[in-house]
């Protein structure tokens, strides 16, 4: 009796799990040492492997079970010993994990697989010969050139190799081009010659040499030794880390532990609500203490008190739910600068570290192009050629670091390489020839510096040469900006460069000055500010009739008048009257001119567009904890609106 | 028919050597091997031998009245039966030339004297 | 292992096909025929490495499938391999596809030891 089951609704189960197996496999191979390859490594991409398969069978992507189980041969071999690991081998498995994934992204998805580049990978993994050890392992390497007559003494190749494979960890590569075609060979002529690598361990070279002792005059024999002949000895299980690599290891291990997967729908929604309930409990706390001289209300701020500390801890846990290890996008970081460097001519070295700091999922999300595109840039423009380096008295090998902790309610990625750094007068030069500097135009260092940010400064075609997007600095500055964080370099010619990003641990909830206009409550985030000024005529300018700038430190800023933005009626007009606060986003600043600042506080930030509309200038709402809506300030969006009036403006 | 096929199956070696104690412990170590062993006791006596019954492998002594087993080896590389046989020369530890000028005449390989038997058999195993 | 002595005249399969005994000539039928597969015999060493040759030079120009038969096979050397490599890589120039309808283990062993397995079509 057939039961029909529709299975498609674990579909998405599947695909998720499978994704995070290849994540692991991945991992597990850009570990893989050929030199000592490690038996647990090699078990559990096995085993990943093998659940993919199983999950693909089970739910009839036969094509994708098909093709694991050739994986899952190889790696089968790998650990018992029969196949010697190779960078050839492991770099066929990566490539093969790609695949896996193409295939499995294209079922997902519903589209058509393209068979022919499995068909073609297949083939490599099918006909990959068969190494007997472990490459990089120490092996004599035996050149065997026979002389044409050595068979008329008797003697015989397969004989001597017979021997030599009988101490195993033999493989043999034979050179055919000598061999003439049938009609005009002699059969008794021997026209072929060999390279074998044998497994050091106890052979010496005289022991080699003597297997070969009948035929020395009859050949050409040349024995070498490849590789670190390294001691026997037991590897722990504690063994010492290298650099970021035993965190990235702990991260991958955290799929022991138990957990659970939830619809991030149902999360959100949790979190919304929890943002519901912090704000209803502000409010009692407001009503709770104005009522604070009745004796009667001691009870109710008792108890008012303590829901707000419940709700603060709820909040909090609310938050940490959305958030993940920031290991996630750093995950793909090794891969990324291993396959970039090997196509430069490059040699690179990626430590990684603070990988478990966790950071709100979103941010997690959009966050992972910049810092891909920025770890880019250092193994493609930073880090020299191994000869440039060398001769410029630096290690061949360049080293790129990558780092995340946490700083009060920010999460701070810093990404350092030891390369050529930026050379200020080829970027000056670059800007004047985009037309970003005017000719005559002297700029500090640090603008300098600021200037790849600018948009306009990489042109598309040199951008793209391997992500085949354009996708420029200024790109990567805007997507940070848009999280509310910002981005800072320090660089010095021929030492090297430091990329330093700051960013909300959260979307959800914000540090946020309080400012008045009117009658209105604005919200300020507090990353965005510089400092809070008041305002002297003197330093006030008008230029053009229409910008109005303010003096501030060394420059001149342009000067907000929010009441206008927003259409605000207020009594304040005159710049002395009221505040200015100055604020900045990328490296843009403005100086918001408000009515009073009132004090700070941490928001929950409410969608706008959820609940009304998007409104340019605005990134969000909150209600404050006397129940009244306050707007929150999207500063680099009103910056930006303002350079794009002024553009106009100038056009016009 | 049974002890034909076994006959047949039964590896042949010659043994030239004018020292009869060498040939008796030598003789001896192969046949426990398992091996079919003929003897002679110099080079012409050899080759008549071999001529006479096609032999799969051949060891040879190299001083030797009547024929040194240089001359042997040349011999009987000229013979179609034995262009490509295993033949070991018998030398002496201090003697590199004479392996060399073994190889030389188309001897295959060499044993240095004084061996023990397992040698021996295991150089044997080695030929064939 | 015995060596035995074989004169090149008597090592013709009876089911070979009498073939344009010239190797040069193109073969007269370009799509794939029902050959008879070419078997080897149990010993193939040195000394029969010419009958070898002999045996597999008329195969040589035609096209379509080329069948070996190495499951007789019990004694093999260098001589013999190399005999068999240049056949296949004779007869691969001239558009034939090599495949093998049987394997000794003797073969399999003998041609991977010498690394020319691949190169003859026998998988590792």
């Given at each position: 009796?057939?039961?029909?089951?529709?299975?498609?609704?674990?579909?998405?189960?599947?695909?998720?799990?499978?994704?995070?197996?290849?994540?692991?496999?991945?991992?597990?191979?850009?570990?893989?040492?050929t030199d000592a390859p490690?038996?647990?490594?090699?078990?559990?991409?096995?085993?990943?492997?093998?659940?993919?398969?199983?999950?693909?069978?089970?739910?009839?992507?036969?094509?994708?079970?098909?093709?694991?189980?050739?994986?899952?041969?190889?790696?089968?071999?790998?650990?018992?010993r029969k196949r010697g690991v190779t960078q050839e081998l492991?770099?066929?498995?990566?490539?093969?994990?790609?695949?896996?994934?193409?295939?499995?992204?294209?079922?997902?998805?519903?589209?058509?697989?393209?068979?022919?580049?499995?068909?073609?990978?297949?083939?490599?993994?099918?006909?990959l010969p068969r190494e007997a050890h472990n490459e990089g392992e120490a092996r004599w390497q035996i050149k065997f050139t026979?002389?044409?007559?050595?068979?008329?003494?008797?003697?015989?190749p397969?004989?001597i190799f017979r021997e030599l494979q009988s101490t195993g960890g033999l493989t043999v590569k034979v050179n055919?081009?000598?061999?003439?075609?049938?009609?005009?060979?002699?059969?008794?002529?021997?026209?072929l010659d060999w390279e074998l690598y044998k497994k050091a361990g106890e052979t010496t070279e005289?022991s080699i040499r003597?297997l070969f002792?009948?035929?020395?005059?009859?050949?050409d024999l040349q024995v070498a030794l490849l590789g670190e002949r390294r001691?026997?000895?037991?590897?722990?299980?504690?063994?010492?880390?290298?650099?970021?690599?035993?965190?990235?290891?702990?991260?991958?291990?955290?799929?022991?532990?138990?957990?659970?997967?939830?619809?991030?729908?149902?999360?959100?929604?949790?979190?919304?609500?929890?943002?519901?309930?912090?704000?209803?409990?502000?409010?009692?706390?407001?009503?709770?203490?104005?009522?604070?001289?009745?004796?009667?209300?001691?009870?109710?701020?008792?108890?008012?008190?303590?829901?707000?500390?419940?709700?603060?801890?709820?909040?909090?846990?609310?938050?940490?739910?959305?958030?993940?290890?920031?290991?996630?996008?750093?995950?793909?970081?090794?891969?990324?600068?291993?396959?970039?460097?090997?196509?430069?001519?490059?040699?690179?070295?990626?430590?990684?570290?603070?990988?478990?700091?966790?950071?709100?999922?979103?941010?997690?999300?959009?966050?992972?192009?910049?810092?891909?595109?920025?770890?880019?840039?250092?193994?493609?423009?930073?880090?020299?050629?191994?000869?440039?380096?060398?001769?410029?008295?630096?290690?061949?090998?360049?080293?790129?670091?990558?780092?995340?902790?946490?700083?009060?309610?920010?999460?701070?990625?810093?990404?350092?390489?030891?390369?050529?750094?930026?050379?200020?007068?080829?970027?000056?030069?670059?800007?004047?020839?985009?037309?970003?500097?005017?000719?005559?135009?002297?700029?500090?260092?640090?603008?300098?510096?600021?200037?790849?940010?600018?948009?306009?400064?990489?042109?598309?075609?040199?951008?793209?040469?391997?992500?085949?997007?354009?996708?420029?600095?200024?790109?990567?500055?805007?997507?940070?900006?848009?999280?509310?964080?910002?981005?800072?370099?320090?660089?010095?010619?021929?030492?090297?460069?430091?990329?330093?990003?700051?960013?909300?641990?959260?979307?959800?909830?914000?540090?946020?000055?309080?400012?008045?206009?009117?009658?209105?409550?604005?919200?300020?985030?507090?990353?965005?500010?510089?400092?809070?000024?008041?305002?002297?005529?003197?330093?006030?300018?008008?230029?053009?009739?229409?910008?109005?700038?303010?003096?501030?430190?060394?420059?001149?800023?342009?000067?907000?008048?929010?009441?206008?933005?927003?259409?605000?009626?207020?009594?304040?007009?005159?710049?002395?009257?009221?505040?200015?606060?100055?604020?900045?986003?990328?490296?843009?600043?403005?100086?918001?001119?408000?009515?009073?600042?009132?004090?700070?506080?941490?928001?929950?930030?409410?969608?706008?567009?959820?609940?009304?509309?998007?409104?340019?200038?605005?990134?969000?709402?909150?209600?404050?904890?006397?129940?009244?809506?306050?707007?929150?300030?999207?500063?680099?969006?009103?910056?930006?609106?303002?350079?794009?009036?002024?553009?106009?403006?100038?056009?016009? | 028919?049974?002890?034909?096929?076994?006959?047949?199956?039964?590896?042949?070696?010659?043994?030239?050597?004018?020292?009869?104690?060498?040939?008796?412990?030598?003789?001896?170590?192969?046949?426990?091997?398992?091996?079919?062993?003929?003897?002679?006791?110099?080079?012409?006596?050899?080759?008549?031998?071999?001529?006479?019954?096609?032999?799969?492998?051949?060891?040879?002594?190299?001083?030797?009245?009547?024929?040194?087993?240089?001359?042997?080896?040349?011999?009987?590389?000229?013979?179609?039966?034995?262009?490509?046989?295993?033949?070991?020369?018998?030398?002496?530890?201090?003697?590199?030339?004479?392996?060399?000028?073994?190889?030389?005449?188309?001897?295959?390989?060499?044993?240095?004297?004084?061996?023990?038997?397992?040698?021996?058999?295991?150089?044997?195993?080695?030929?064939? | 292992?015995?060596?035995?002595?074989?004169?090149?005249?008597?090592?013709?399969?009876?089911?070979?096909?009498?073939?344009?005994?010239?190797?040069?000539?193109?073969?007269?039928?370009?799509?794939?025929?029902?050959?008879?597969?070419?078997?080897?015999?149990?010993?193939?060493?040195?000394?029969?490495?010419?009958?070898?040759?002999?045996?597999?030079?008329?195969?040589?120009?035609?096209?379509?499938?080329?069948?070996?038969?190495?499951?007789?096979?019990?004694?093999?050397?260098?001589?013999?391999?190399?005999?068999?490599?240049?056949?296949?890589?004779?007869?691969?120039?001239?558009?034939?596809?090599?495949?093998?309808?049987?394997?000794?283990?003797?073969?399999?062993?003998?041609?991977q030891l010498l690394g020319i397995a691949r190169?003859?079509?026998?998988?590792t």
């Amino acid at each position: 009796m057939a039961v029909d089951l529709d299975l498609s609704q674990f579909h998405g189960l599947f695909f998720e799990e499978s994704a995070e197996g290849l994540t692991a496999m991945e991992s597990g191979l850009l570990n893989l040492r050929t030199d000592a390859p490690d038996l647990e490594i090699i078990n559990m991409v096995f085993r990943a492997a093998h659940s993919i398969k199983g999950g693909a069978g089970t739910f009839g992507f036969n094509e994708v079970a098909h093709f694991t189980h050739i994986l899952e041969t190889l790696l089968d071999e790998m650990r018992d010993r029969k196949r010697g690991v190779t960078q050839e081998l492991i770099d066929l498995l990566l490539e093969s994990v790609d695949g896996l994934r193409y295939m499995l992204d294209s079922s997902k998805n519903g589209r058509a697989t393209d068979m022919q580049r499995m068909r073609a990978l297949e083939q490599r993994l099918t006909t990959l010969p068969r190494e007997a050890h472990n490459e990089g392992e120490a092996r004599w390497q035996i050149k065997f050139t026979p002389r044409r007559h050595l068979l008329k003494t008797g003697n015989d190749p397969y004989r001597i190799f017979r021997e030599l494979q009988s101490t195993g960890g033999l493989t043999v590569k034979v050179n055919a081009q000598r061999l003439p075609n049938l009609a005009e060979l002699d059969p008794e002529e021997i026209h072929l010659d060999w390279e074998l690598y044998k497994k050091a361990g106890e052979t010496t070279e005289a022991s080699i040499r003597e297997l070969f002792a009948w035929v020395e005059g009859d050949c050409d024999l040349q024995v070498a030794l490849l590789g670190e002949r390294r001691h026997m000895v037991e590897r722990r299980k504690g063994r010492e880390p290298e650099g970021g690599e035993a965190e990235a290891e702990t991260a991958g291990k955290g799929h022991e532990q138990a957990s659970i997967r939830i619809n991030i729908e149902k999360i959100d929604g949790l979190i919304n609500l929890v943002g519901e309930l912090v704000i209803t409990q502000s409010i009692l706390n407001r009503i709770a203490s104005d009522h604070a001289v009745d004796s009667r209300a001691e009870k109710l701020k008792w108890v008012v008190g303590l829901l707000e500390r419940n709700t603060s801890e709820l909040q909090d846990h609310a938050m940490r739910i959305r958030m993940l290890p920031i290991d996630f996008t750093f995950n793909r970081l090794p891969r990324l600068v291993r396959d970039l460097s090997r196509s430069l001519g490059k040699q690179v070295e990626l430590k990684i570290s603070g990988n478990s700091t966790e950071v709100d999922k979103t941010v997690l999300e959009k966050i992972s192009d910049p810092l891909v595109h920025l770890i880019r840039n250092a193994v493609d423009h930073g880090i020299e050629k191994p000869e440039d380096r060398l001769a410029a008295d630096k290690p061949a090998q360049g080293l790129i670091e990558i780092s995340a902790h946490q700083e009060g309610g920010n999460i701070i990625i810093k990404i350092s390489d030891d390369g050529a750094g930026l050379n200020p007068e080829r970027i000056l030069a670059k800007a004047r020839e985009r037309g970003l500097v005017a000719e005559h135009e002297e700029l500090t260092p640090m603008e300098v510096q600021n200037l790849i940010f600018q948009p306009g400064f990489s042109t598309a075609s040199e951008v793209s040469d391997i992500s085949g997007r354009g996708v420029g600095m200024d790109v990567v500055r805007r997507n940070i900006t848009d999280l509310g964080g910002h981005i800072e370099l320090m660089s010095v010619p021929g030492k090297g460069s430091i990329f330093n990003i700051k960013l909300p641990l959260t979307l959800a909830i914000l540090d946020g000055q309080l400012i008045r206009i009117g009658r209105e409550v604005f919200i300020v985030p507090l990353l965005n500010i510089v400092e809070s000024i008041q305002p002297r005529k003197a330093h006030a300018l008008e230029v053009t009739g229409q910008n109005e700038v303010y003096r501030f430190r060394d420059q001149y800023i342009p000067v907000i008048r929010l009441y206008q933005c927003f259409t605000i009626p207020t009594e304040i007009r005159e710049l002395p009257q009221g505040l200015l606060v100055v604020v900045e986003a990328g490296e843009q600043r403005a100086a918001l001119f408000v009515d009073e600042v009132l004090g700070q506080q941490q928001v929950v930030i409410k969608s706008l567009e959820a609940n009304y509309q998007q409104v340019a200038g605005l990134s969000g709402a909150t209600i404050l904890g006397d129940g009244t809506v306050a707007m929150i300030i999207d500063v680099p969006g009103l910056i930006h609106m303002l350079r794009a009036k002024k553009a106009v403006r100038a056009v016009v | 028919m049974e002890s034909e096929a076994a006959d047949k199956k039964k590896i042949k070696i010659l043994l030239v050597d004018d020292s009869a104690s060498m040939r008796e412990m030598v003789s001896f170590t192969l046949k426990s091997g398992g091996y079919e062993v003929s003897q002679a006791t110099d080079g012409l006596e050899a080759l008549a031998l071999a001529r006479a019954h096609q032999v799969n492998l051949v060891i040879t002594d190299i001083n030797m009245p009547n024929m040194d087993g240089f001359t042997l080896i040349r011999e009987l590389r000229k013979l179609p039966g034995y262009k490509f046989t295993p033949i070991l020369t018998l030398t002496t530890e201090d003697s590199a030339d004479k392996k060399q000028q073994g190889q030389q005449a188309g001897a295959t390989g060499w044993i240095v004297k004084p061996f023990d038997p397992e040698h021996l058999l295991q150089t044997v195993k080695r030929v064939l | 292992m015995a060596r035995k002595k074989k004169s090149p005249r008597t090592t013709r399969p009876v089911e070979e096909r009498d073939v344009s005994a010239d190797p040069r000539e193109p073969a007269r039928n370009s799509t794939v025929q029902n050959h008879a597969p070419i078997t080897l015999e149990p010993v193939i060493t040195i000394s029969e490495a010419a009958a070898l040759k002999d045996q597999l030079l008329p195969h040589i120009g035609r096209s379509g499938e080329i069948i070996i038969d190495g499951s007789r096979v019990e004694s093999v050397d260098t001589a013999a391999l190399q005999v068999l490599l240049a056949f296949v890589r004779s007869a691969r120039a001239q558009g034939a596809i090599i495949r093998w309808s049987g394997i000794s283990s003797a073969l399999q062993n003998a041609a991977q030891l010498l690394g020319i397995a691949r190169l003859i079509s026998l998988q590792t």
